[in-house]
């Protein structure tokens, strides 16, 4: 069964450092997310993206964060100038098609560690 | 706002034996779709079931049912012969009018021998 990918599983990190966050989503999807989870927190919502535009964002992601499908396989999250708070369990999803009726697909996840 | 409520940090539950998950919500949208997630340890999260809030009728999965109370704004779920590989944290989610999913905090439901 198709499944969406992330790498790497475990990132660490420097403060003030940049990091791109990798997902693989399934393949004849057409919609991507990123969500987080901070340790013992809700898994909350950052960013859908669909045709090369965002679609919906969350005050959580600032001008700090950016998202881009650089090849026709890879959706990227990049946090531009790490901070401590950003220490986060990150998750990406895929839908086939958007809107509520449609399943999301979460990969296993990226632990985010900034020191 | 948009809420979901899980008010079971932890449960636990004897091999073979029923439990039931409790989650709350808060929307004033009439049309959403409400799901339960499964994230085994260190694995991915993945779909147990999902009910359309328009459908009187509650989903079932096998040995996954849900109790989906609308007036109420209770949508729990009941894992009946319970397995050891049910042990997981189990999230509640709900999507209403846009891409979203607003989660909850998640029960950590353990199986036990």
């Known amino acids: 069964e198709p499944e969406v990918t992330q790498t790497p599983s475990h990132q660490v990190t420097q403060m003030g450092q940049e990091v791109i966050l990798r997902c693989v989503p399934i393949?004849?999807?057409?919609?991507f997310y990123w969500y987080r989870q901070i340790l013992g927190q809700k898994v909350e919502f950052l960013v859908s993206f669909y045709n090369n535009e965002i679609s919906e964002k969350s005050e959580i992601f600032d001008d700090q964060f950016s998202v881009e499908r650089p090849d026709g396989s890879n959706f990227t999250l990049k946090i531009r100038s790490t901070k401590l708070e950003d220490s986060a369990m990150y998750f990406c999803?895929?839908?086939?098609?958007?809107?509520?009726?449609?399943?999301?697909?979460f990969g296993p996840g990226t632990r985010l560690t900034v020191l | 706002a948009q809420t979901v409520t899980q008010s079971q940090p932890e449960m636990s539950v004897q091999e073979a034996e029923t439990v039931t998950l409790s989650c709350t919500y808060d929307?004033?949208?009439?049309?959403?779709?409400l799901f339960w997630y499964k994230q085994p340890p260190s694995r991915q999260m993945i779909l147990v079931i999902r009910q359309e809030a328009y459908k009187q009728q509650n989903a079932t999965e096998n040995r996954f049912s849900v109790n989906f109370q609308k007036a109420a704004k209770s949508f729990s779920l009941k894992i009946s012969d319970s397995q050891l590989g049910d042990t997981a944290m189990y999230f509640c989610a709900f999507i209403a009018g846009t891409y979203k999913y607003i989660f909850g905090t998640g029960t950590r439901l353990k199986v036990l021998a």
């Open positions: 929307t004033s949208e009439n049309n959403y779709y």
């Open positions: 393949s004849n999807h057409l919609y």
């Open positions: 999803a895929s839908t086939l098609v958007g809107g509520q009726a449609d399943t999301q697909y």
